[in-house]
């Protein structure tokens, strides 16, 4: 099957800094490729005048750190076309003059038809076209839908709210679109309210490495906690990340032998670790900086609690990688894992940024036995194992090739039907 990816965010080679694009659609794109699927990414970033790149990178991450956003290299700014792993990329930057900014129609059109010409170049045909991001996925999507009647989907990333949608263009677009998602099933449920759907968005989660699902160890048996508590954090150094929090509940009830890691970075590392040293606690909090993914799995690894209680969490993968790991892992209330981590069953929720309830987490799980823990953190392994990227990405393809037309409720409804019977899915 053919497959056209549209994505504001995708990894490319050329990124540099601490605070990197997420790969989530790129792990998407390598699963389909590895079903048999032709894959076309078109990665269409943000495009800046050439004096935001010139100010100073400390002001810069202040910024992206107050507004938790990112800022873009320099060379994201030049088209890029390359082959990744069997997946057909092309970086496509759009101009726009601040964050946020939201493209004209006409600017729309120019990149649908040079994002057509492309396609007609590579005699590539698409028969299911996915969008991420709702500016400027969802016009492109519905865009390229129409003009090659394809089966269609957009993902958004708690970018729907009622100031997005008039900004651009969401509700009117989405009638063109087949299959409308979701990172989360909490957000599913705003998007549905916002955009006044008469059924509930997919939801479309992340995966951990296939690798990690088969080598992970199936039994748990590490929260004996004799020798003290490993606690970690694993996220991108941003003031919605809520990292304060946990290092203000970690210190006010650590241990001895108690240790936390810190692994990532970010604009707000310096103040992170100013905050460290006016809680006295440098001596057992470790700031790693960026690892790599394999480091990152060796922490958890050695880990038995995982906190991390972000606001507006959209569907944190690393929360899965730490439950495959047996960890005890603490994620936001009315984030992505709602649902997914049944509180004091498999997992814990706490309130996003609430460092007494958090603290207070901590305290239970320490009054538990150990083998309460066990079972804790043996459910945990049990639910991850069903998340692995190949897993999640046939669900998630499945789920665009099942829908129907989404339609708001003053719309009308369309059965895609011709498209229903020319998307065949290829099996692995």
Same mark, same amino acid.
């Given at each position: ?25 790129? #792990? ?22 050439? %004096? #935001? ?77 996915? !969008? ?12 390229? %839908? ?24 969401? %509700? ?47 039994i748990c048996d590490k929260h004996h906690f004799e020798n003290g508590i490993t606690y970690l954090c694993v996220a991108g150094l941003l003031k919605k990340k809520n990292i304060d929090a946990v290092l203000m509940a970690f210190a006010d009830r650590a241990h001895e032998n108690d240790e936390l890691f810190i692994v990532g970075g970010g604009p707000e590392a310096e103040t992170l670790k100013t ?68 509180? !004091? ?7 996003? =940024? ?56 003053? =719309? ?17």
């Open positions: 099957m053919n497959i056209l990816v549209v994505t504001q965010m995708y990894s490319q080679p050329d990124d540099v800094g601490e605070n990197k694009p997420t790969k989530t659609v790129n #792990y998407f794109a390598k699963e389909w490729v590895a079903s048999g699927h032709r894959v076309v990414v078109m990665h269409c970033p943000s495009k800046f005048p050439i %004096a #935001y790149y010139l100010v100073p990178s400390a002001i810069k991450d202040k910024i992206s750190g107050r507004i938790s956003t990112m800022t873009p290299p320099i060379a994201s700014r030049k088209e890029l076309c390359r082959n990744e792993n069997g997946i057909e990329v092309y970086r496509l930057p759009m101009l726009k003059f601040y964050p946020g900014q939201a493209y004209s129609a006409k600017k729309m059109q120019a990149q649908a038809e040079k994002i057509s010409r492309i396609l007609e170049e590579i005699r590539f045909v698409p028969e299911v076209i996915i !969008g991420h991001f709702a500016n400027p996925s969802t016009e492109l999507v519905a865009r390229l %839908a129409q003009q090659y009647n394809a089966k269609s989907s957009i993902v958004f990333h708690h970018d729907c709210d009622t100031n997005e949608i008039a900004k651009y263009r969401i %509700a009117e677009n989405i009638k063109h679109i087949g299959a409308i998602g979701a990172r989360s099933v909490v957000e599913a449920q705003e998007v549905q309210q916002n955009l006044h759907l008469k059924e509930l968005p997919f939801v479309c989660c992340s995966g951990v490495p296939n690798d990690a699902v088969a080598s992970a160890a199936k905050l460290v040293t006016n809680l006295h606690a440098a001596g057992k909090i470790v700031f790693t900086g960026r690892v790599s993914r394999e480091e990152v799995l060796q922490y958890m690894k050695k880990a038995q609690v995982f906190a991390l209680v972000s606001d507006d969490e959209v569907y944190g993968m690393v929360y899965i990688e730490a439950m495959l790991q047996g960890c005890l892992t603490i994620a936001s209330k009315g984030g992505g894992f709602d649902g997914i981590i049944k509180d !004091g069953v498999n997992g814990f929720i706490c309130n996003p =940024g609430d460092a007494d309830m958090l603290q207070t987490i901590f305290a239970e799980i320490e009054t538990l036995t150990a083998c309460e823990r066990n079972m804790i953190g043996q459910r945990a392994i049990d639910t991850a194992v069903h998340y692995s990227e190949w897993e999640v990405a046939e669900r998630y393809l499945n789920d665009v090739l099942k829908k129907n037309q989404y339609t708001s409720a003053e =719309g009308d409804y369309v059965a895609n039907e011709q498209n229903e019977n020319r998307c065949i899915q290829q099996k692995r």
